[in-house]
């Protein structure tokens, strides 16, 4: 309701200087050519042309008459009719822009994760810790050493971090594409060293898949128009990703501030 407020008064306060800016300017053109139409006119209305036949004669007195009338209600016309059609405009511009609104906000309503609540959360409680398989299972570490030794190791690997450091505006689509056919090579072998993958839906994106009712949220996001009860019917976006093994080396450095993750190379030459 808030956003049509504030929609509303700088719509109106647009249209009416948009408008009086054109209306002037069609108001002193109009005169210009009246103006112009009376003098073109007045010199057969002059005594000395007396002579000029009366069925001619009564004509320009009749179109003298017409451009003086329209004169006088010259600034009446023109404002009152431009007033009505600012007012037209305005109308338009309110609809067009409210319909504009309520899109965004469903827009809006659907990107943001999916509330359940009622009836769902009796059927997704928190649920007990579940025990891992032994391939995952590993010592719980404070420090961000397992992130650290995962960058270090594409970075070894694949160059990944001086890639994603790097202004790529002076390289061509060319060079990039053959730089980054290198260290999609790399980086993949570093994964398939040391993590395991599987995808949470085995069926290829675009597919409709079943969400069951026991999913557990944080495997399965739903978007979209979310209502009702599970089991839901959808589209799958991504098939998500599920790591079933993670073998990085043992951690023996204790934690410290400014985590090393590529030594810098120095050549020595004599």
């Not at 016309?77 to 469903?106: K, M, S």
């Not at 959360?121 to 995962?150: G, H, I, N, W």
């Not at 089991?231 to 799958?236: I, S």
């Not at 098939?239 to 190379?265: S, Y």
Request: glycine share 6%; net charge negative; with cysteine.
């Amino acid at each position: 309701m808030q956003s049509k407020r504030i929609w509303t008064i700088p719509s109106l306060l647009s249209c009416l200087i948009m408008n009086s800016i054109l209306l002037v300017l069609l108001f002193i053109m109009a005169k210009q050519i009246l103006t112009a139409l009376r003098q073109w006119v007045g010199p057969f209305l002059a005594p000395e042309n007396a002579g000029l036949p009366p069925d001619a004669r009564s004509a320009f007195v009749g179109l003298s008459q017409l451009l003086g009338e329209t004169e006088q209600y010259l600034a009446l016309v023109v404002f009152g009719l431009g007033l009505i059609i600012t007012l037209l405009l305005w109308l338009i511009l309110q609809v067009q822009g409210r319909r504009l609104l309520v899109h965004a906000e469903q827009e809006v309503t659907a990107a943001s994760p999916p509330i359940l609540t009622g009836a769902a959360e009796k059927v997704a409680p928190p649920s007990p810790a579940r025990e891992l398989p032994s391939e995952v299972r590993q010592p719980l570490q404070a420090s961000p050493q397992t992130a650290v030794q995962m960058l270090a190791i594409l970075q070894r690997e694949g160059r990944l971090i001086d890639f994603l450091k790097e202004d790529l505006g002076p390289y061509t689509d060319d060079q990039i594409g053959a730089a980054v056919r290198s260290i999609h090579q790399g980086c993949q072998t570093a994964l398939l060293e040391h993590v395991d993958l599987k995808p949470i839906f085995e069926n290829a994106e675009g597919d409709e898949v079943t969400v069951p009712r026991d999913f557990d949220p944080k495997a399965i996001r739903l978007t979209g128009n979310v209502s009702g009860d599970p089991p839901f019917r959808g589209t799958l976006r991504h098939h998500g990703w599920r790591v079933m093994r993670l073998d990085l080396p043992q951690v023996t450095a204790p934690q410290q501030k400014g985590w090393i993750l590529a030594p810098a190379e120095v050549e020595i030459s004599e």
